[in-house]
């Protein structure tokens, strides 16, 4: 056993189960206290890490369309370039057509004319297949370019939003992280796990809660009367049995609220 953790059991078998429940309810409002201020930050760190991963994939959109619209691009050169080669071709051919002497040299030339006329042809709806392509891809480029734009001024703000609250409220939370050291120094380990483990598993983030009204501060069923004598007495630590909350009557948790207030 360390002499920190040998310490903690020394001080323990000191501490009277009455002073165990105020130590308790003292942590327990130092971490509600933590739990406010990080509530304070809302949604916006995810809404942050949101933002950032949409930007990351827009920006590898932009980057695929902006390749897809060149490859277009280049497509529609090198069709109008086989257009003009095919152009020349058949010129040639025509020029040819007239010095033929005989039908079998007519035909043939007039077979490789038909030919270039038929690139040519094919040329022309591959040119306006990518053209049509290409109005397309711009404006879906056009479209991703001002989401990126509005989804980085949403980055922005959010970024300057949260680091606002981060600067108001990082003295209080390293105020509060303090005071929970030293509290915690005054619960032994066992009573400890356990309100990690309770606490941990409540939606609320509470493990002790005040008897109030007859019923359990947590889960809200009805305590019963023997049990909230056992409660007040601070003899042993009380859990409801519905909730598993560690239980502490009303007039000490208002002590203590008073105390650290």
């Known amino acids: 056993m360390t002499t920190s953790t040998q310490q903690k059991a020394d001080n323990a078998l000191e501490v009277s189960i009455e002073d165990k429940l105020r130590a308790l ?9 933590t739990d406010e201020i990080h509530r ?5 760190p995810l809404e942050v890490q949101d933002l950032e991963d949409e930007l990351i994939g827009l920006e590898t959109r932009i980057a695929k369309i902006e390749t897809e619209i060149s490859s277009y691009e280049a497509e529609v050169a090198k069709r109008k370039n086989d257009i003009v080669v095919a152009k020349e071709a058949i010129k040639k051919y025509q020029t040819q057509q007239l010095q033929v002497r005989n039908n079998r040299e007519y035909d043939s030339i007039s077979k490789e004319i038909e030919f270039q006329t038929l690139e040519i042809n094919l040329c022309e709806k591959k040119i306006k297949e990518a053209e049509s392509q290409l109005v397309a891809k711009k404006t879906l480029l056009s479209d991703s370019k001002e989401r990126h734009d509005d989804r980085q001024k949403d980055l922005v703000r959010s970024k300057s939003e949260l680091e606002s609250i981060i600067a108001d409220t990082q003295k209080d939370e390293l105020a509060l992280k303090e005071k929970r050291m030293a509290y915690i120094s005054k619960i032994e380990d066992r009573l400890m796990n356990a309100y990690t483990r309770i606490r941990s598993a409540a939606k609320n983030g509470l493990a002790i809660v005040p008897v109030k009204r007859d019923a359990c501060g947590g889960c809200f069923n009805k305590i019963p009367p023997q049990r909230q004598l056992d409660v007040a007495s601070h003899k042993k630590i009380i859990v409801c049995e519905y909730c598993g909350r560690i239980l502490i009557d ?4 208002n002590e203590v609220v008073d105390n650290m207030q």
């Open 25 to 33: 309810y003292s942590l327990q409002s130092i971490d509600s206290k």
């Open 250 to 253: 009303e007039a000490l948790a």
């Open 40 to 44: 304070l930050c809302g949604e916006l």
